[in-house]
């Protein structure tokens, strides 16, 4: 292999120089320049540390061994599915330190390594020991990123970004990485891979090529080495060496919303904070735009300007567009987090999906790391007539998760867990390992809206969707939404509720009695608290470890990989190509007192059930594609107006939409509303006995979620219907009067 050096950025030294802060980073662009703050090198961090006391190793150690041994929800799976014993090694670990007074006195780092060595022996990424300041704060990165793909069925790894401001004659967008400090890149991958801890070895794989350039120090031990020696294939087909040193430099700002940090929120949140904290980092290195967009579409609404169609809110958690393939125009939705607050998901996905084509919707959750358990969860029901379960949630059956959830009743400002309270204390006599199974996503709340898009849907996937996002493509395979696509044989396979140890000690558990202590200087832990099951055909298969296996996987390609995606997306059209597409839209005519008239527009239906508040009123065959359907309600304030369409007898399309929502589209007033609520009186108490949980949910003064897609008959299809009696004609002999 011929060498080559850069005389231009440090990042290209020859020689045995030591590292030095790159010159290029002052040549960046300011908005990168702005997100990486103050960079340094490995040995300048190092040379920062304040080692760690000998007490403090062992209140480290101690804490450790209370989480695993007596909180962590998948030890049995771990010990049966990874032959270890992270309970053992503690032990050890904690009577060498408790023997021995010089145990890792010369060597903070190897105590580090060791504890860390432990956790990730679990191969859980919930489940993790977080280093201490001042690594805490801190990235490792290099300047570039690492994908890879297949060609000609080889295993091969690209360039696929180069950060803004560096520049390099042959080191380009494109290369291929051949050597890693003089070792074959490939199994350079599954050295590194054995490093960070995966549930299978797809997950694992994905992690080493991750981690060859960006590592967060809080959940990754520092490289050992402080440059690397990378061996590529330029453009023209040579092989080329360059070094690059690392550079670490404070964690970028969050670009999204980011409810990890309040207390009570921690028993809603399933996430990956390895992969959270590495797409902050590259976020702020590749695409520092991503901020400027969410940050001008706020200034847009803050002025009371719309938003374009497309134009998201929150361009950091969810983005959409239309796409070409082969098979035609779908829409496409990426969704890169779910660390956002679900009604506002809920909202704006509903909002973007609307403007898509109804043919057929590509939702990409690739690289997803989780987040908000329920933001997950709700969105299920948007996609499918089917009514949506949630997972349930266990604990492991300890006298300390006991303690946990009598202290946190109904009335905490933790979390509710009364639920699960009754069946751990069985378990004294039954023996049975977990407790029962409640969902964290409120069920009535998993089904109030409905379905919104009713096209076809494809979801795509990758090794690195983990824990909210797992629990995500695990709802919708088991409730049949549509095919799954894997760019790898399985998902990440993290199914947890994952609690901060900082957590248990200020809020799950905090006062007198408590065997929690807080961590020194900076360092933390987390545990999979709970763990999620499957619901449907797979109802009680643990997600953890055995993930979502994809109905059809497709190896990414070069062109996946510098072309946006093509390959895939055409992959993905081809398998909506071959599903039926269904549509029905409803439009408000007319709404007066408690009666209304709706006009509906259906598509590959040849049934359509019309429901007040769960009650069956009428079955229409639809003539043609259009029709008009009369409803009145009789509880203003509850009653919920739904349509189910039907194929061959199978249910493929349901719509809801409550009262209040169509008195709103309507303009009706307080007036009108008082009088349809007087009117209405008379049959409450008998109507309270139908009353639907879903329905009884959104009782308040406003709806959970925002408006939803009914539409208001525009001027022009109100004047077709006044002076075109013949079409009115036909229209009444679709109608349904209820």
């Given at each position: 292999m011929r060498s080559r050096s850069s005389s231009t950025h440090s990042w290209g030294t020859s020689g045995l120089a030591a590292a030095a802060t790159p010159t290029y980073l002052a040549q960046l662009a300011p908005s990168v320049r702005a997100a990486l703050g103050d960079t340094s090198t490995l040995a300048a961090l190092q040379a920062n540390v304040v080692p760690l006391t000998q007490a403090e190793r062992v209140t480290i150690v101690r804490q450790a061994l209370i989480l695993i041994e007596q909180n962590y929800a998948h030890l049995p799976l771990k010990r049966a599915m990874h032959a270890v014993d992270p309970v053992q090694r503690l032990k050890l670990l904690l009577q060498e330190l408790e023997g021995d007074p010089d145990a890792y006195k010369d060597s903070d780092l190897a105590f580090h390594n060791e504890l860390t060595d432990i956790f990730?022996?679990?191969?859980?990424?919930?489940?993790?020991?977080?280093?201490?300041?001042?690594?805490?704060?801190?990235?490792?990165?290099?300047?570039?990123?690492?994908?890879?793909?297949?060609?000609?069925?080889?295993?091969?790894?690209?360039?696929?970004?180069?950060?803004?401001?560096?520049?390099?004659?042959?080191?380009?967008?494109?290369?291929?990485?051949?050597?890693?400090?003089?070792?074959?890149?490939?199994?350079?991958?599954q050295v590194n891979a054995e490093r960070f801890a995966g549930s299978n070895r797809e997950a694992r794989h994905a992690r080493g090529v991750q981690?060859?350039?960006?590592?967060p120090l809080r959940v990754a031990l520092p490289p050992d080495e402080e440059w690397v020696i990378v061996g590529y294939r330029a453009l023209d087909g040579k092989l080329m060496e360059l070094r690059f040193d690392w550079v670490v430099n404070p964690m970028p700002a969050d670009l999204g919303a980011a409810p990890l940090d309040d207390h009570r929120a921690s028993a809603l949140i399933g996430v990956d904070l390895q992969q959270r904290l590495v797409q902050r980092a590259r976020a702020a290195l590749f695409a520092p735009h991503a901020k400027e967009s969410g940050e001008k579409a706020a200034a847009k609404l803050e002025r009371g300007q719309s938003l374009?169609?497309?134009?998201?809110?929150?361009?950091?958690?969810?983005?959409?567009?239309?796409?070409?393939?082969?098979?035609?125009?779908?829409?496409?939705v990426r969704i890169r987090t779910f660390d956002a607050e679900p009604a506002a998901m809920v909202n704006e996905f509903v909002r973007l999906v609307s403007a898509l084509p109804k043919r057929g919707l590509i939702i990409d959750v690739r690289g997803n790391g989780g987040g908000v358990i329920r933001s997950g969860e709700y969105l299920l029901q948007l996609l499918t007539p089917k009514s949506i379960e949630p997972e349930p949630v266990q604990f492991?059956?300890?006298?300390?998760?006991?303690?946990?959830?009598?202290?946190?009743?109904?009335?905490?400002?933790?979390?509710?867990?009364?639920?699960?309270?009754?069946?751990?204390?069985?378990?004294?006599?039954?023996?049975?390992?977990?407790?029962?199974?409640?969902?964290?996503?409120?069920?009535?709340?998993?089904?109030?809206?409905?379905?919104?898009?009713?096209?076809?849907?494809v979801l795509i996937t990758d090794a690195l969707c983990y824990s909210t996002t797992d629990i995500f493509s695990a709802g919708f395979q088991d409730h049949e939404i549509g095919p799954v696509l894997g760019t790898a044989k399985n998902t990440g396979a993290g199914g947890a509720n994952v609690w901060e140890q900082d957590f248990l000690?200020?809020?799950?558990?905090?006062?007198?009695?408590?065997?929690?202590?807080?961590?020194?200087?900076?360092?933390?832990?987390?545990?999979?608290?709970?763990?999620?099951?499957?619901?449907?055909?797979?109802?009680?298969?643990?997600?953890?470890?055995?993930?979502?296996?994809?109905?059809?996987?497709?190896?990414?390609?070069?062109?996946?990989?510098?072309?946006?995606?093509?390959?895939?997306r055409n992959a993905a059209g081809a398998l909506l190509s071959k599903l039926p597409v269904r549509e029905l839209r409803v439009r408000l005519v007319r709404a007066k007192g408690l009666r209304a008239r709706l006009g509906v527009s259906a598509r590959g239906i040849d049934r359509l059930d019309v429901y007040v508040e769960q009650r069956p009123l009428r079955s229409i065959e639809p003539v043609g594609r259009s029709m008009e359907v009369d409803v009145e309600v009789r509880a203003p304030a509850t009653d919920v107006v739904e349509l189910r369409g039907f194929s061959n007898g199978e249910l493929v399309a349901r719509f809801r939409v409550s009262w209040r929502e169509i008195a709103h589209a309507a303009g009706l007033g307080a007036k009108s509303t008082r009088a349809a609520k007087a009117n209405a009186k008379s049959n409450s108490k008998s109507h309270a006995k139908t009353k639907s949980r879903s329905s009884t949910a959104a009782t308040d003064d406003a709806e959970p979620f925002g408006g939803w897609a009914l539409e208001q008959g525009s001027s022009r299809q109100k004047s077709t219907a006044r002076k075109k009696p013949a079409a009115k004609s036909r229209r009444a002999r679709t109608r349904s009067r209820v």
């Open positions: 990730t022996s679990l191969r859980d990424l919930h489940t993790n020991y977080l280093l201490p300041d001042p690594y805490a704060a801190m990235t490792a990165f290099l300047p570039f990123m690492v994908e890879d793909c297949y060609q000609r069925g080889q295993c091969t790894y690209l360039v696929s970004h180069i950060v803004e401001g560096f520049t390099h004659d042959t080191f380009v967008r494109g290369v291929e990485i051949v050597y890693w400090n003089g070792t074959p890149i490939s199994r350079a991958v981690t060859l350039t960006t590592r374009g169609k497309l134009e998201s809110r929150m361009p950091e958690v969810i983005q959409a567009r239309s796409v070409a393939t082969k098979s035609g125009t779908f829409g496409y492991i059956n300890t006298s300390l998760n006991l303690q946990i959830c009598d202290r946190n009743g109904r009335d905490s400002a933790f979390a509710d867990l009364s639920p699960w309270t009754d069946s751990m204390r069985q378990a004294l006599q039954t023996g049975s390992t977990f407790s029962a199974g409640f969902p964290i996503s409120e069920p009535a709340m998993c089904n109030v809206i409905g379905q919104r898009y009713f096209g076809p849907v000690v200020q809020a799950a558990f905090a006062g007198d009695g408590s065997p929690y202590e807080p961590l020194p200087q900076g360092a933390g832990m987390r545990v999979a608290m709970r763990r999620s099951l499957r619901v449907g055909k797979r109802s009680g298969t643990p997600v953890e470890d055995l993930g979502v296996v994809p109905d059809q996987v497709h190896q990414l390609t070069r062109a996946d990989i510098l072309e946006d995606n093509v390959d895939l």
